[in-house]
């Protein structure tokens, strides 16, 4: 397609779209072409009476579209399922009761507050929230296709994604690295170690002389294709073969950008880590030895010194030579043929800035996956595509609102993390109102708190949690055991071999960037809570610790514990009751007493109440 004349969206439209249940915003006088690539204009926080619901400027925004629609939102949870909230969303691990009564016990008005600085500050907090950004980033530590052959040195990337979280690395600074830390910051280990994204795609290890050129184009369009989804949330590998059917992207700003990675290639070199250990990294850079591939006895390249603008993508219809650049449609500093040398860094400076660049776009989209990891669903639904294929913003005041502050703050993540999870909007409860929901159905008003399952390394993690056989060690290489202890992060990704478990509850397959993980419901997940002997295993662990200490065999205080340390919660009467008479009819049909109580604790497993945040 030509360049879509004036960019795209017109002001119907987008009003139209934006229009909730009869709730809709007034569009901003700039709405007349494309959203997402528009500068943010300041929103301003609505004015409105919320009493006891004012607790962020984010509950202005909900609320005023809540009152258009005449919505009244949930009341606050009760202090354990906010604690069990918080742990799951921030750390992807449960809390322990005793954390949980420390909680409880605390008086002072600021508690939420200040649990939230608590676990913000935790090392367990870079472990969960990189496996976000893995996903979006298709990391896997083998090659793909048929031999799929290890990149041992792969994982420091990932240990560089759970540092930088931990440390609140600016988000401009933790993109402008992935993309060329070799060259903004050469010196520092990370920033280094962080170009592994660029390498981190499939590429065969097996290939004929006719393949070299057309697989290193593919390489190219996988760098290319994960930037855009990742950074920018546009699809920019759809304009490799045409101009872009539905986004303002041609052709040649498709080879153009792609021209920016022309010589750069997967290296390995040595490190130093903040241990003193040297570590060999894989890396991605220029001038560096490449990696070995099987077919180098026979020539194989690993780039060529141009890239060519490719006639419907055809290696052997080459058009003229493409000159690193950015994208025509979105704003940029002027278009100059740069040299090779800093064209990454030209680059990563043009994501990032929100003045020149596009770092207001950048904002929009981070912020917008901060809200999905929260809530269960962004702000924009479909987080990697911004473009016309995508969905609107359900709140796009909030989302630019939320993305300007994240560029005020200095891109401090943990920071507008802090904001949302403090907020009223997401202090509610799950439970359900017919009203709301007549008007409402999808809650896209947010007027609960919506329930979502656990991810599947949470789900693991939670159990080796709750077993006591969890191993906390940080970083290094990981396994393809799958009775591994340590956190699920910590799996060695082999593309053709991942963790079967990691599978069963949707762990994606690591081949392109997954914005949003799929959630299945599916019959062999609850049979494998029943039958797997690890599942057992981690039951076994879980009666041990709540008999831990006890003097006495006490089957009413074993429960209790069980259910303290399964669901944050002591068991109601009913269910006490329940677990008592379900422990004496396993025992009079021969099992002993510890069984019968590994039983319980299996069935607590399955239940909705642990697999779910609520």
Known sequence: MKRLGGILIGLSLLAATLTTQGAAESPSPKDSSFWATQPLNGQTVPSIDLSQWDQSPIDHFIRARQIAARITPQAPADDRTLVRRLYLDLLGLPPSPKQTRAYLA?????????????????????????????????????????????????????????????????????????????????????????????????????????????ARYDELDDMVSTIGTSMLGLSIGCARCHDHKFDPIPASDYYNFAATFTKTIRSEIELTSDTGQTIRTMVSTEGKPPMKHAADGRGFPHFYPETYVLKRGDVNKKGPIAI???????????????????????????????????????????????????????????????????????????????????????????????????????????????????????????????????????????????????????????SLDPEMPRRSIYFFLKRSQLIPLMLLFDFPEPLASIGRRAITNIAPQGLTLMNSPTIRRYAEGLVQQATRGLAEANIEQTIQRIFEIAYNRPATAVEAKRAIGFIHQQVANTQNENEALTDLAQSLFMSNEFLYIK
Not at 140 to 166: C, K, M, T, W
Not at 169 to 188: M, V
Not at 374 to 382: A, R, T
């Open 106 to 214: 605390d008086e002072r008005p600021d508690r939420y507050a200040r649990l939230t600085d608590q676990l913000l500050a935790s090392p367990a907090y870079g472990e969960r929230w990189a496996r976000h950004w893995l996903d979006v980033v298709r990391f896997a530590e083998s090659s793909g296709f048929e031999h799929d052959s290890d990149r041992p040195n792969a994982y420091p990337y990932r240990d560089f994604v759970i540092q930088a979280l931990n440390a609140n690395l600016p988000y401009n600074t933790f993109l402008a690295w992935q993309i060329a830390g070799d060259q903004l910051a050469p010196d520092n280990a990370l920033a280094l170690a962080a170009t592994g994204f660029l390498g981190a795609g499939v590429f065969p290890t097996q290939l004929t002389e006719k393949e070299f050129e057309s």
């Open 324 to 478: 690193p650049g950015f994208l025509t449609a979105l704003p940029s500093v002027p278009q100059v043929a740069t040299d090779q040398k800093e064209a990454r860094s030209n680059l990563a400076n043009w994501i990032t800035d929100p003045e020149k660049g596009v770092g207001h776009l950048a904002a929009r989209v981070i912020v917008n996956r901060l809200w999905q990891h929260h809530f269960g669903i962004g702000l924009v639904s479909s987080s990697n595509d911004f473009g016309n294929q995508g969905s609107p913003p359900s709140h796009p005041r909030l989302l630019d609102w939320l993305a300007t502050e994240l560029i005020d703050r200095d891109w401090n993540l943990k920071s507008l993390q802090r904001l949302i999870v403090t907020s009223a909007t997401y202090r509610q409860a799950s439970l359900t109102n017919a009203d709301a929901t007549k008007t409402d159905p999808k809650n896209t008003l947010l007027w609960r708190y919506p329930p979502r399952r656990l991810e599947a390394e949470t789900i693991r993690d939670s159990m080796l949690t709750m077993s006591s056989y969890l191993d906390s060690s940080p970083f290094g290489a990981g």
